[in-house]
Structures are given as structure tokens and as C-alpha cells.
């Protein structure tokens, strides 16, 4: 999928009753690259629109280089929700494309009771029950990255707590910060400078493979931290996350290109 596809499937913004639709909207564009053990394996493509009423935001995962010789993988992955002040209310996510040397899909609905996984290609293998206040509680990455980002925005605050569900694995991500520190001018990183550093740790607290050996270093807390700077014209952005995987090991995401903005007619998102 090019870049074009992707802007154009960008998914419409949820509107709740009574909002008011405004002519125009901005369609922020960033680049990144993905780089597992200092190696850049994978880009990332985000794409994402704001309005006072709520989100809707699109990525776009795949390997690049001599990667692409050895592992095949094309995802695309969007959220739409709500905002409530500053926390989000998530309305649905999807997950499309190729990986694992198979064929991907998933679908989540959520609402009041919480997610409701509607398609799951290939059916998930058995797993241990998830627990169930968590998991009511969850939103899915996409909209967490966005209620981080605009927590930021509104309040300069990162200290919270969050469930996320990616349809199978259910996680617990705490993030606290944010402290005031030089981005680092490394992996080709487009923005240099000051930035404020939120740190997080994350493990895995349910959806675990029956009988997996992994399931301690699942459940173990991994750290993890993201940058954020002030751009001129696409506001606060993320420009840099760092984190521990518990299989892959180290995981570095880069902010690469200068972001792209543009106008998006109400008309035209319909």
C-alpha cells in the first residue's frame, strides 16, 4: 500500500450528536523509521485528524532494506473515537494486512461495557481468561498514543495508567513525566533540540497463551520512554519512542521527515 492509499483510507470521524461539523479539518502526515537492535528493519506511516469532538487516526506498518528478504509484514492499523475532556472514549479499531506468514485481520468495537472483538483472522489459539475490570477498561494503542499525546497538549502531565487491548493480549502501560530532556540526534531523527521525555513500563496482564513459556517475560514490566516536541505547525508530536520488547528486545521509533499537513473538507472525508 502506498502512501496515497493510506491517506485516502484515513477512516471518518466519529461525530456525537449535536457536535458542530466544521468545513475543514487538518490531516497531519509523520514518517517514521523502525529500528529493532540499532537495525532499520521497518517505516511507519501515521496519519491523523483532530477535531474538538474527537480523533480518527490511520498507520501503516512494513519492512524496508534487506528485511523485506527475510520477513514480510504489512499492517494497517486505525482508530476512531470520542474525546472527554482529556481522556478519549475509543469507538473502534482495526487491524489489516500480513504478517507471521498469514493473513491478518481484527475488529473492535467498543462502548460502555468495553471492547467486543467482532473479527479475528486466523482464530486466536486458546488463551487464559482476561480479567474483567481491565479489561473494561481498556482502550486500544492507537487511541492510547492519542490520550497521551493530548494529556500532553492540555495539561503538560503524563502521569497515568492504562489497560490496552489489541483484540487478543491485554497490556497495563504507566507512563510518568514528563521531564525535560535534549532529544537525542541519532537514527536520522528529523527534530533535534529540547523535548519533554514521558517514561513508561508495560507487561502483559492477560491473554496469555495457555501453557507458553514466554509468559513470565510477558508479565515482567518493561520500560520504555517518548519524546515529544513542539512543532510550529502540527503542535505537540511524539518524535521518538523507545521501548524493551520481551522477544524482540530493543525497539527504537524515529520521526524521520519534517511532518506534512493538510486540509480535509468535510465533503470530501464523506
Not at 507487561?203 to 520512554?225: D, L, M, N, V
Amino acid at each position: 500500500m502506498t502512501r496515497a492509499d493510506a491517506q485516502s483510507a484515513l477512516p471518518v470521524l466519529p461525530q456525537p450528536e449535536g457536535a458542530i461539523k466544521s468545513a475543514t479539518a487538518q490531516n497531519i502526515h509523520l514518517h517514521f523509521g523502525v529500528f529493532v537492535h540499532g537495525y532499520h528493519a521497518l517505516s511507519a506511516d501515521a496519519d491523523y485528524v483532530l477535531q474538538p469532538w474527537g480523533y480518527g487516526v490511520e498507520t501503516h506498518l512494513y519492512t524496508v532494506g534487506l528485511a523485506s528478504w527475510f520477513l514480510t509484514l504489512n499492517l494497517l492499523s486505525n482508530a476512531q473515537g470520542h474525546f472527554n475532556g482529556d481522556d478519549v472514549s475509543p469507538v473502534a479499531f482495526s487491524n489489516n494486512g500480513f504478517s507471521h506468514g498469514e493473513e491478518q485481520k481484527a475488529h473492535i468495537d467498543f462502548d460502555i461495557s468495553g471492547p467486543h472483538v467482532t473479527v479475528l483472522v486466523p482464530p486466536d489459539k486458546q488463551r487464559e481468561p482476561l480479567p474483567d475490570t481491565e479489561l473494561k477498561q481498556s482502550v486500544d494503542m492507537l487511541s492510547y498514543l492519542v490520550f497521551l499525546t493530548r494529556r500532553m497538549s492540555l495539561k503538560n502531565d503524563c502521569n497515568f495508567s492504562k489497560p490496552v487491548f489489541d483484540g487478543i493480549r491485554l497490556s497495563y502501560l504507566e507512563v510518568h513525566g514528563p521531564a525535560r530532556a535534549a532529544i537525542p540526534r541519532d537514527h536520522g531523527s528529523y527534530f533535534k533540540g529540547n523535548s519533554l521525555r514521558c517514561d513508561f513500563t508495560g507487561r502483559q496482564i492477560g491473554g496469555f497463551s495457555i501453557g507458553s513459556r514466554f509468559k513470565a517475560a510477558q508479565s515482567t514490566p518493561h520500560p520504555g520512554s517518548v519524546w515529544f516536541v513542539q512543532d510550529e505547525k502540527a503542535g505537540l508530536l511524539p518524535a521518538r519512542i523507545e521501548f524493551d520488547h520481551y522477544k524482540m528486545g530493543e525497539i527504537l521509533i524515529v520521526l524521520q521527515a519534517e511532518p506534512k499537513l493538510s486540509a480535509i473538507s468535510h465533503d470530501q472525508a464523506h
